[in-house]
């Protein structure tokens, strides 16, 4: 946990060299400040930093991964790290840390926006007369369908998908608009914003 990480760098860093690559999945924790740490516990010289920050759907090797290199690190180590983490799924190269706050809002705590969807999804069904085996079963797919959908129609944006789906004067649109006028996609960002300023005081 990033409340640990400063005990934990304490104590390996006798061990650390040039030659070994220190990537951490710590939320909040800057490469300058595990640098810091480093250098003042004993590491033997400058070693290379990469952060990343992972979620948890890396777990079916489905997940989505932002890596920032720190100072120093060089090709064939954000190479490495790129490899460890394309094993569990997509891999997001940045180029300014500040932005590993956005990425923890955004896709680091995204799953459990999305494991909130779908239970309501799950509990309209179930209010609606579905069993709550089938209810469930319909909600999980359809959102997995969606995301798949998604990312092999490189050619279409999110909003003409959504459109494609969308019959005037239909079902879907009927159901969109309920959601439109309730504001979902403020409260979503407002989710997304409140998540990212509390990496942000993390990081403090």
Do not use: H, W
Request: proline content about 3%; charged content about 25%; overall charge neutral.
């Amino acid at each position: 946990k990033p409340k640990d990480v400063g005990s934990a760098l304490k104590e390996i860093a006798p061990e650390l060299t040039r030659e070994k690559l220190l990537i951490s999945v710590a939320a909040g924790i800057t490469t300058e400040f595990i640098q810091t740490v480093l250098r003042g516990s004993g590491a033997k010289g400058f070693a290379p930093v990469i952060r990343a920050m992972p979620n948890t759907p890396a777990t079916v090797q489905e997940g989505v991964t932002a890596l920032f290199a720190g100072e120093g690190v060089g090709d064939r180590d954000i190479r490495l790290a790129e490899a460890v983490f394309k094993s569990v799924g997509k891999v997001v190269v940045l180029d300014d840390e500040a932005l590993m706050d956005a990425v923890t809002g955004l896709s680091g705590s995204g799953p459990a926006y999305f494991f909130l969807i779908m239970d309501a999804l799950v509990q309209a069904g179930v209010k609606a007369g579905l069993k709550q085996e089938d209810a469930r079963l319909l909600s999980l797919q359809t959102c997995l369908g969606a995301a798949k959908l998604a990312l092999q129609s490189e050619d279409k944006g999110l909003g003409e998908l959504r459109r494609m789906v969308t019959s005037p004067g239909g079902t879907t649109e009927a159901g969109v608009r309920k959601l439109e006028d309730a504001g979902i996609r403020d409260i979503i960002m407002s989710a997304v914003q409140a998540a990212i300023d509390r990496a942000k005081e993390l990081s403090k």
